[in-house]
């Protein structure tokens, strides 16, 4: 078992954002956890990279606490992309090197250079290499991120809504890199979304979380008309499509009072 996260829970302040949250993880899979805003999925994780303190629980990484890990051990393991960064005047190739950081010992060597490289050629962006960061548009950037964590070499991926800024092509060209470098590298992968559809693409393992809490857990079978409707509060219908399962929100309309209210303010628009 590559990851077991047990009884987590955490909290801002008073407020309780993860409660007893628990799965597992083995390598080569890719987790989608799902969920409407505000349901703790960033803050999960953050307790799992170490950069939150859980208030309970624990977060094994192939047997072991991430809580006794010191930076340098668990950068070498566990590489997270959030989902937004500050774009500054380093170039792009710097940017991605970083992601050697926690392997130097004076500066980086010939093969941090090479696997830096490697990483810009497998997100695409090889002619954007002296560019700055300042330049890029949100998509490029994200994509540079993404660059970076996989010249880290970790064991595993945590990625907060990576398709986020990203086009159509974009996004299955980056879901497509993640799952094929977790079953290349034998590593796994934890990624954040709302785009259900993207999800039961490339998801191994859902876990599905509403309240700070996980509501369900599993294959691609947990993802149903009911749970939707539970947690998102929307009626939908999954149909099969050329082998892919797809979600389709029904539309309900409005409510019956918002109706009238926008009945109401129609003739003062028009006036």
């Given at each position: 078992m590559l990851l077991q996260v047990v009884g987590l829970e955490f909290s801002y302040h008073a407020s309780p954002v993860l409660e007893g949250v628990s799965f597992e993880l083995n390598a080569g899979e890719l987790a989608v956890i799902l969920g409407p805003n505000g349901a703790g999925k960033s803050t999960l994780l953050r307790c799992l990279n170490g950069v939150?303190?859980?208030?309970?629980?624990?977060?094994?990484?192939?047997?072991?606490?991430?809580?006794?890990?010191?930076?340098?051990?668990?950068?070498?393991?566990v590489a997270y992309?959030?989902?937004?960064?500050?774009?500054?005047?380093?170039?792009?190739?710097?940017?991605?090197?970083?992601?050697?950081r926690p392997y130097f010992e004076w500066g980086p060597a010939p093969r941090d250079f090479a696997l830096a490289e490697q990483a810009l050629h497998r997100v695409r962006l090889d002619n954007l290499a002296l560019r700055r960061l300042h330049e890029l548009s949100g998509g490029e950037l994200q994509k540079v991120n993404l660059a970076r964590a996989l010249a880290q070499e970790p064991r595993i991926l945590l990625l907060d809504e990576p398709t986020n800024n990203l086009d159509l092509k974009s996004q299955l060209e980056v879901m497509e890199l993640?799952?094929?470098?977790?079953?290349?590298?034998?590593?796994?992968a934890i990624v954040t979304m709302h785009d259900l559809n993207l999800g039961l693409r490339y998801?191994?393992?859902?876990?599905?979380?509403?309240?700070?809490?996980?509501?369900?857990?599993?294959?691609?079978?947990v993802i149903d008309v009911d749970l939707i409707r539970e947690v998102y509060g929307v009626e939908a219908v999954i149909e099969e499509v050329r082998g892919l399962r797809m979600v389709i929100p029904l539309n309900q309309g409005p409510a019956p009072l918002e109706t009238a209210l926008l009945d109401r303010s129609l003739p003062q628009l028009a006036g």
């Open positions: 939150l303190k859980p208030r309970r629980g624990a977060v094994l990484l192939e047997g072991a606490s991430v809580a006794t890990m010191g930076p340098r051990q668990l950068s070498r393991r992309v959030p989902q937004a960064s500050q774009a500054n005047f380093m170039t792009v190739f710097d940017a991605v090197l970083l992601g050697r993640i799952h094929a470098f977790t079953r290349k590298k034998g590593t796994a998801g191994d393992r859902f876990l599905v979380m509403k309240d700070g809490a996980v509501w369900a857990k599993g294959g691609p079978e």
